[in-house]
Antibody, heavy 120, light 107 residues
Framework: QVHLVESGGGVVQPGGSLRLSCVAS????????MHWVRQAPGKGLEWVAF????????YYADSVKGRFTVSRDNAKNTLYLQMSGLRGEDTAMYHC?????????????WGQGTLVAVSS | EIVMTQSPATLSVSPGERATLSCRAS??????LAWYQQKPGQTPRLLIH???TRATGIPARFSGSGSGTEFTLTISSLQSEDFAVYYC?????????FGQGTKLEIK
């Protein structure tokens, strides 16, 4: 059974940095692409980033490009999201999700998420 | 970037009735459209992928249709557990994008 557990969220000042982690279990992590999706409080879903199974292709939403970096450590079954230059509009619950394939497709399931709050 | 537009924003339907939710893309998706359901306090759940394929364990009352830029999620006979927010997702091109959601509420 697929299990995804995010961590690393917290309160950070505008302009600050944070690194989120997502530990995966229950499937062969090395074979699958992974996504980050966020949801601001009371708002809709926003796709954030994707990393191919081997880490060779990365894609980002325009709203985070140049500020966020997705990476993975296949030996540790762990996905990361390095966030810098944080803004108030980055305040959200951040979820990782397993892609159907290695290279980009629909995705499910999702982890429960980790909350990031950007505030002075 | 592909812009996804869902309508209506809120849909009020009585239990047992049919609900029809729409999703429009700013360019053709070649069928790469998924639907997710989100209940309060829960993570989204995949209902439909590739326009019309139900995900594992999804009841037959949920069906998806469409092509090109126009897509529909139909719930044939609403059950109490179906009242939730529904999102469409395009995964035809990067960056992926969601619609803004349709809230399905009890009439």
């Amino acid at each position: 059974q697929v299990h995804l557990v995010e961590s690393g969220g917290g309160v950070v000042q505008p302009g600050g940095s944070l690194r989120l982690s997502c530990v995966a279990s229950g499937f062969n992590f090395v074979d699958y692409g992974m996504h980050w999706v966020r949801q601001a409080p009371g708002k809709g879903l926003e796709w954030v980033a994707f990393i191919r199974f081997d880490g060779t292709k990365l894609y980002y939403a325009d709203s985070v490009k140049g500020r966020f970096t997705v990476s993975r450590d296949n030996a540790k079954n762990t996905l990361y999201l390095q966030m810098s230059g944080l803004r108030g509009e980055d305040t959200a619950m951040y979820h990782c999700a397993k892609d159907r394939s290695g290279s980009g497709d629909w995705f499910d399931p999702w982890g429960q998420g980790t909350l990031v709050a950007v505030s002075s | 970037e592909i812009v996804m537009t869902q309508s209506p924003a809120t849909l009020s339907v009585s239990p047992g009735e049919r609900a029809t939710l729409s999703c429009r893309a700013s360019q053709s998706l070649s069928g790469h459209l998924a639907w997710y359901q989100q209940k309060p306090g829960q993570t989204p759940r995949l209902l439909i992928h590739y326009t019309s394929t139900r995900a594992t364990g999804i009841p037959a009352r949920f069906s998806g249709s469409g092509s090109g830029t126009e897509f529909t999620l139909t719930i044939s006979s609403l059950q109490s557990e179906d009242f939730a927010v529904y999102y469409c997702l395009q995964y035809n091109d990067w960056p992926y994008s969601f619609g803004q959601g349709t809230k399905l509420e009890i009439k």
